[in-house]
């Protein structure tokens, strides 16, 4: 399978174009491609190309793009509003939510969030999980790298998400509301945002606060999923729903 990049500015089929820097290295150093091998490249845009290599140089690979490729990118914008976790499960879920087409990811300090990080800490951490990104992201050869912004309060959070969205706040205090039942709200197209609460889960004040953002509280079932699983399986269900998850090319 061809080994996938992203690449700066925007581009057309024809054209050439280096990969530089810690990419060019990779290719180059790493991977060791050769002249002719076939690669798949994505630019600013989200524009997808089949591209071949032209040169190997010290450190640096040119390639030139040969055809435009269909997007894979899913036709749902969703974004995820993830309570910070212990330990590296935000890796995790950074990783896993790219793979599933998530557009955003927004880590929130709630009220049961164990971790503190300093306006130091919070930087060295979101720099980590846009890393997670962009692997990801190469690794499934999509077009766009989701962004990861740095810890926000929920209430700073609520305040960036657009009006027109589908809010779905994942509570297991929810017992007449599931997932299936709030997806039948969406609008075609409607984007989508979800809640998730940390390894203690959302409070009900925090729960009213997201209501009264428009926000609608749903389970997932009788079982209570881990912080790390139900994000992802929220997500995983939405893009089935309303995406293109699970759909024929």
Do not use: N
């Not at 057309?12 to 991977?31: C, D, F, I, P, Y």
């Not at 140089?57 to 509003?81: C, I, K, N, W």
């Not at 990080?117 to 999980?129: I, V």
């Not at 997932?179 to 709200?185: P, T």
């Amino acid at each position: 399978m061809a080994h996938h990049f992203f690449i700066p500015g925007r581009h057309s089929k024809g054209t050439r174009v280096m990969l530089s820097g810690e990419t060019g290295h990779h290719a180059a150093r790493v991977l060791r491609l050769k002249v002719g091998e076939e690669i798949t490249l994505a630019d600013e845009r989200g524009g997808l190309f089949r591209g071949r290599v032209t040169a190997v140089l010290e450190g640096e690979v040119e390639a030139e793009l040969l055809e435009d490729l269909p997007s894979v990118e899913p036709p749902l914008t969703v974004t995820l509003l993830q309570g910070l976790p212990k330990g590296d499960k935000m890796d995790l879920i950074v990783e896993k939510c790219t793979e599933l087409g998530v557009k955003r990811i927004i880590p929130l300090l709630t009220e049961r969030v164990v971790v503190r990080l300093d306006e130091e800490a919070a930087l060295r951490k979101r720099e980590r999980w846009q890393r997670v990104a962009r692997a990801a992201a190469q690794q499934s050869r999509r077009g766009h790298i989701p962004a990861v912004e740095l810890p926000r309060t929920l209430e700073e959070a609520l305040g960036v998400i657009p009006a027109e969205t589908l809010l779905l706040i994942l509570w297991e205090g929810e017992r007449s509301c599931g997932l299936k039942g709030a997806l039948g709200r969406a609008s075609p197209g409607q984007p989508v945002a979800l809640i998730v609460g940390p390894e203690g889960g959302l409070s009900k004040k925090e729960v009213e606060l997201a209501c009264k953002a428009g926000g609608i509280p749903v389970h997932l079932g009788p079982r209570i999923l881990r912080t790390e699983t139900a994000g992802l399986t929220c997500l995983a269900i939405v893009m089935y729903e309303l995406g293109d998850l699970g759909r024929l090319f």
